[in-house]
């Protein structure tokens, strides 16, 4: 099947700084890819659509201005969490979607694990 | 926008008995109905998928059932083993560029 990957696995970083969270399709051309957020015990929250070439379309209750994506090649998405606080520790995980069994289905990375102290 | 309920949140069966999990979706559009299997700290693992097509779909020791008429669809484990102790999820979406919409999750623990 398709491969996704992420980068980093895990983070730890202090409140107040920036942390960047890579996507990457490996074997294939993502022109879509979604970022969903996964607290403790709980389900995958989708926060994003991120679309190569335009803006990202952000779910309600997501702050546009502090997880900034970028998508600007067909294999590579990118999550920035600005001025993170301990609030925004969570697991991060993307995907995306390729042609799979002659319909579309959709591939997940492996998570980012991110921790703000 | 869709909305997914997922039903038990959590299952505690023997080994070699069945499981069951049940999800309702709200939204008639969605044509595209997987489930997967998530360990702790790791990515959601797709065992099984259906497409609203079919109403039944089998794979070795998992089915899948869907009834579009009552818009809900199940996951059905037969023989469990403890290895397919984890967190279940289900989700609903299409099969075009729509992001999925997932159930709440179920834990399932499997007695050895």
């Known amino acids: 099947g398709a491969v996704v990957s992420q980068h980093p696995s895990r983070v730890i970083c202090k409140s107040g700084t920036s942390v960047k969270i890579e996507c990457r399709s490996l074997d294939f051309q993502a022109t879509t890819m979604f970022w969903y957020r996964q607290f403790p015990k709980q389900s995958l929250m989708l926060m994003a659509t991120?679309?190569?070439?335009?803006?990202?379309?952000?779910e309600q209750g997501v702050e546009k201005d502090k997880f900034l994506i970028n998508h600007a090649s067909l294999t590579l998405s990118t999550l920035t969490v600005t001025s993170a606080h301990p609030e925004d520790s969570s697991f991060y995980i993307c995907s995306a979607i390729a042609l799979a069994g002659g319909a579309n289905e959709q591939f997940f990375g492996p998570g980012t694990r991110l921790t703000v102290l | 926008g869709e909305n997914v309920e997922q039903h038990p949140s959590t299952l505690s069966v023997q080994e070699g008995d069945s499981a069951v999990i049940k999800c309702t979706y709200s939204d008639s559009a969605s044509n595209y109905f997987p489930w997967y299997k998530q360990e702790l700290g790791k990515r959601p693992q797709l065992i099984i998928d259906i497409r609203s097509n079919v109403g039944e779909k089998k794979d070795q020791r998992i089915a899948v059932t869907l009834n579009k008429t009552a818009k809900h669809f199940s996951l059905h484990i037969t023989e469990t083993q403890p290895e397919d102790s984890a967190v279940y999820f289900c989700?609903?979406?299409?099969?075009?560029?729509?992001?999925?919409?997932f159930g709440s999750g179920t834990r399932l623990q499997v007695q050895p």
């Open positions: 991120s679309n190569e070439g335009s803006k990202a379309t952000y």
């Open positions: 989700a609903a979406g299409d099969t075009g560029r729509r992001a999925l919409t």
